[in-house]
């Protein structure tokens, strides 16, 4: 059963690097980080349940953000991950990432094959249902259910 103390709400700040365009008109790079919970922006402090720097991997903040939502809700438990941010902040580079790129995929395919790879590793008799309903957003949802199949009402 999921940790209490790991099923609130949290809130984390992922920090992209300066893009080409930017580096070429001669931008800085602002934040300065302090610890894992804080990031200063010219010298003011902002405290988030984890910031992320620039150099973090898609593995590295799958790892820490969405891995345990992924195995609560495979318990049962409702989970939600939700990116939010100006445009180009790195939504997308987030969520999606480069499809079947092993480092570049973003937190959407990782969900996807963690799901997947506990279905395989799953006794034969268990059938899962996962199903996507109509889209109210851009981005998917799935509802999965599990059904405990008795080995003597199963077709033949
Ligand atoms: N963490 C990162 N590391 C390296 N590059 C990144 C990172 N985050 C974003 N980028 C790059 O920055 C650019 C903008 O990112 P992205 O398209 O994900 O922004 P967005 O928030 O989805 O924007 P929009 O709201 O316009 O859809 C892309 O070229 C992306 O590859
Ligand atoms: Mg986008």
């Avoid at 804080?38 to 992320?52: A, E, Q, W």
């Avoid at 899962?128 to 033949?156: A, C, G």
Wanted: aromatic share 12%; proline share 6%.
């Amino acid at each position: 059963m999921a940790n209490p103390s790991e099923c609130t709400i949290k809130v984390m700040c992922r920090f992209r690097p300066l893009n080409k365009s930017e580096v070429a008109r001669g931008d800085s790079y602002i934040p300065k980080f302090q610890g894992e919970d804080c990031v200063l922006i010219t010298g003011k402090p902002y405290y988030f349940d984890r910031v992320f720097q620039s150099n973090t991997t898609q593995e590295q903040f799958y790892n820490a953000v969405a891995q345990q939502i992924v195995k609560d809700v495979l318990d049962g438990y409702n989970g939600t991950i939700f990116a939010y941010g100006q445009t180009a902040s790195g939504k997308t580079h987030t969520m999606e990432g480069v499809l079947h790129d092993t480092d570049m995929m973003g937190v959407i395919p990782r969900i996807v094959q963690d799901i997947f790879n506990y279905i395989y590793s799953m006794d034969e008799n268990l059938e899962f249902h996962i199903k996507e309903p109509r889209r109210s957003t851009s981005q998917p949802r799935w509802n999965i259910s599990e059904t405990r199949d008795l080995p003597w009402s199963r077709p033949r």
